[in-house]
T-cell receptor
Framework: GESVGLHLPTLSVQEGDNSIINCAYSNSASDYFIWYKQESGKGPQFIIDIRSNMDKRQGQRVTVLLNKTVKHLSLQIAATQPGDSAVYFCAENIQGAQKLVFGQGTRLTINP | DSGVTQTPKHLITATGQRVTLRCSPRSGDLSVYWYQQSLDQGLQFLIQYYNGEERAKGNILERFSAQQFPDLHSELNLSSLELGDSALYFC?????????????FGPGTRLTVL
């Protein structure tokens, strides 16, 4: 079926620590994945994407890992800052369906 | 700033009324998408337009309709409003026809139905 889920609805980390946000997907035909960040009262903001022919992609302070064997996607944020507080959504493109399916989101809270 | 603009930012209205939300896509983008996000909920896809034509429909109620104009801006019309229609409404745009492209979101319109 079409479902993109998140292992944890909330995540609290200490400022300066690394954060790992997980996402499970169920459709093995998905070929493109995106992470979005949504701050309170704002629209989702593109963070990073990865195609299914890759296992890892790095951006500025963020890394996305894709494990196709277990259909798992993760977003790693290095040296978490207060400005990283937000809800993070994963989204997948199901090949053939040509639409993005969004997960419910994980709320990341930074403790000082 | 994604380059996608939405107006108005806030809208307060009464049950039974009709409202129109407006969206301008990023320069060069031909696809426009509308999403509804209720409190602490995920993004619910409503509808996609590509270059003026409806391309895909999601969970859009019959009371809701949308269109994309020749200048590529889009409007979402919500009628016979109910309390449960209170939500954030986001517009997104992408370059191509495929809904699987990276979508860039606007700041949203917060609709409150009293």
């Amino acid at each position: 079926g079409e479902s993109v889920g998140l292992h944890l609805p909330t995540l609290s980390v200490q400022e300066g620590d690394n954060s790992i946000i997980n996402c499970a997907y169920s459709n093995s035909a998905s070929d493109y994945f995106i992470w979005y960040k949504q701050e309170s009262g704002k629209g989702p903001q593109f963070i990073i994407d990865i195609r299914s022919n890759m296992d890892k992609r790095q951006g500025q302070r963020v890394t996305v890992l894709l494990n196709k064997t277990v259909k798992h996607l993760s977003l790693q944020i290095a040296a978490t800052q207060p400005g990283d507080s937000a809800v993070y959504f994963c989204a997948e493109n199901i090949q053939g369906a040509q639409k993005l399916v969004f997960g419910q989101g994980t709320r990341l809270t930074i403790n000082p | 700033d994604s380059g996608v603009t939405q107006t108005p930012k806030h809208l307060i209205t009464a049950t039974g009324q009709r409202v129109t939300l407006r969206c301008s896509p990023r320069s060069g983008d031909l696809s426009v998408y509308w999403y509804q996000q209720s409190l602490d909920q995920g993004l619910q896809f409503l509808i996609q337009y590509y270059n003026g034509e409806e391309r895909a429909k999601g969970n859009i109620l019959e009371r809701f309709s949308a269109q994309q104009f020749p200048d590529l801006h889009s409007e979402l019309n919500l009628s016979s409003l109910e309390l449960g229609d209170s939500a954030l409404y986001f517009c997104a745009s992408s370059t191509h026809r495929s809904g699987g492209d990276t979508q860039y979101f606007g700041p949203g319109t917060r609709l409150t139905v009293l």
